[in-house]
């Protein structure tokens, strides 16, 4: 274990960064239906807020170029991988391009993409987006939800792509 840095001491993000790699995501492909179709990217700040009312939240970096016209839809739907889709993993952690081409997934009752085969899915009404540091987090109130029959998750940790549960 290192030794704690003296309080004051300024924290490089490249450091920060590697130190919050310790602690294992889920790793989500959150959705929506924007004006222009579907929208989507990974996101592995997925968090439970409140269970009444039912919240959860997601951090969205300033950098996202889905997220001007996602978070204008209103309503946003968590889709929780599972451990065997790295495939989804690595299309939607990419920028641009037609991440949906040849895709199936059905429409959650606010239209927003549930992807198939995943471990858990969210949709969530907007509740209030709000602007911390270089990321938004975005709060939304949970409208409907569905989980796989047992499937194990995928978890980010230390900078890989791993599998619990099986
Ligand atoms: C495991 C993993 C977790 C990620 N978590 C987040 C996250 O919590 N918030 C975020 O804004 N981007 C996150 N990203 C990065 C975005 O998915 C990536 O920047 C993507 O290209 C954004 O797409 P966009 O420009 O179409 O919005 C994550 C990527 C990976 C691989």
């Not at 991440?99 to 199936?104: H, I, N, Q, R, V």
């Not at 009404?125 to 989980?147: C, K």
Request: proline share 8%; charged share 10%.
């Amino acid at each position: 274990m290192s030794m704690a840095p003296p309080v004051g001491t300024h924290v490089e993000p490249l450091v920060l960064r590697q130190v919050l790699g310790h602690v294992p995501t889920a790793v989500t492909v959150v959705t929506a239906a924007t004006e222009s179709g579907p929208a989507g990217l990974v996101v592995g700040s997925f968090v439970s807020v409140s269970l009444t009312p039912p919240l959860v939240g997601i951090f969205v970096d300033e950098r996202s170029t889905s997220w001007p016209s996602m978070s204008g839809a209103g309503s946003f739907t968590v889709n929780v991988l599972a451990h065997d889709q790295r495939e989804l993993c690595a299309r939607f952690a990419h920028s641009g391009g037609a991440k949906f081409a040849g895709l199936s997934w059905w429409e959650s009752p606010h239209g927003n993409p549930v992807l198939p085969g995943t471990t858990a899915w969210l949709d969530c009404v907007v509740q209030q987006i709000q602007r911390l540091g270089d990321h938004y987090f975005a709060v939304g109130e949970v409208v409907g939800l569905g989980m796989g029959d047992a499937v194990p998750p995928m978890v980010f940790h230390r900078g890989a792509l791993r599998t619990v549960g099986l």
